[in-house]
């Protein structure tokens, strides 16, 4: 972890297996921990790259809402699906110099709502984005931003929180 790409850091997809492990051991233990469909796996992690080459979008707004919904969309995992993606959301921002300031059930709902929302899939793929605009900034490397919950979850996996951005 990371995979930089011409200066975008991507989750990878043992990572996306270790968020979704660490999440199913720490909140919900007693469900099966497996991963059902890893080409759609593997698809849901390359969807970020993909998109940015074929669109030709920098924007992090955009690629994280990819993430998302490749996730969501594929679901690869046996469970923790939704929360997989918003951990990996909030990894991938973080990675890439942001931070998501949403309570963390916020997004977990938000996701929710994307998968069984009212209208077409492209006004629910632009509601999140604007959801995921208004409550992203950039992280500012000097203070706490994360919540010990987060900052486990991110040591577990290897990550450095003092990324330089």
């Known amino acids: 972890m990371p995979n930089d790409c011409d200066g975008i850091r991507y989750v990878l997809v043992p ?3 270790a968020i979704n492990r660490w999440l199913i051991e720490t909140q919900t233990p007693d469900e099966p921990i497996a991963v059902l469909k890893p080409t759609e796996l593997a698809s849901a992690q390359q969807k970020p790259a993909n998109y940015r080459y074929y669109e030709q979008t920098d924007d992090m707004i955009v690629l994280t809402a990819v993430l ?4 969501i969309g594929n679901h690869p995992f046996a469970n923790a699906n939704k929360r997989t993606a918003a951990a990996a959301a909030t990894v991938f921002l ?4 942001w931070q998501l300031t949403a ?3 916020h997004l977990v709902f ?8 009212e209208g077409s899939y492209d006004d629910r793929f632009e ?3 604007d959801w995921l605009a208004h409550w992203t900034t950039p992280r500012d490397a000097t203070e706490n931003l994360f919540s010990d919950a987060f900052v486990r979850m991110v040591d577990h996996l290897g990550i450095p929180l003092d990324y330089p951005t």
């Open 15 to 17: 990572d996306l297996i």
């Open 68 to 71: 998302i919904a490749g996730i």
């Open 94 to 97: 973080m990675l890439n110099g």
């Open 103 to 105: 309570p963390d059930s």
């Open 110 to 117: 938000e996701i929710h709502e994307f998968l069984q929302g």
């Open 127 to 129: 509601y999140l984005q």
